[in-house]
Nanobody, 117 residues
Framework: VQLVESGGGLVQAGGSLRLSCTAT????????MGWYRQAPGKQRELVAA???????NYGDSVKGRFTVSRDNAKNTVYLQMNSLKPEDTAAYYC????????????WGQGTQVTVSS
């Protein structure tokens, strides 16, 4: 399976960006899809994820600002990021998993999000 991300870029603090990720290849029965991020010198962290049934899971630092959604017919997951802060600057990685729960087996190449102050 391949995860192809798009939508990263440079934005001012307070602005918005929307990330997209489409899964191609052996995509049968994907359970959860979502996003992780990693900033330089920091640990990788879960941003948000969503199951095929619509259950969601958000990292504490993005609750109320980011929204994850999914189009199962298109095997695509989206991340709408509002009220962006400089601390949101990171490489964002799309993830997908076939096992129950919030476990991920495939990773995208990553897309950079930079928020200027």
């Amino acid at each position: 399976v391949q995860l192809v991300e798009s939508g990263g870029g440079l934005v001012q603090a307070g602005g918005s960006l929307r990330l997209s990720c489409t899964a191609t290849g052996s995509i049968f029965s994907i359970n959860a899809m979502g996003w992780y991020r990693q900033a330089p010198g920091k640990q990788r962290e879960l941003v948000a994820a969503i199951t095929s049934g619509g259950s969601t899971n958000y990292g504490d630092s993005v609750k109320g600002r980011f929204t994850v959604s999914r189009d199962n017919a298109k095997n695509t997951v989206y991340l709408q990021m509002n009220s962006l802060k400089p601390e949101d600057t990171a490489a964002y990685y799309c993830v997908a998993g076939w096992r129950p729960g919030w476990r991920f087996d495939a990773w995208g190449q990553g897309t950079q999000v930079t928020v200027s102050s």
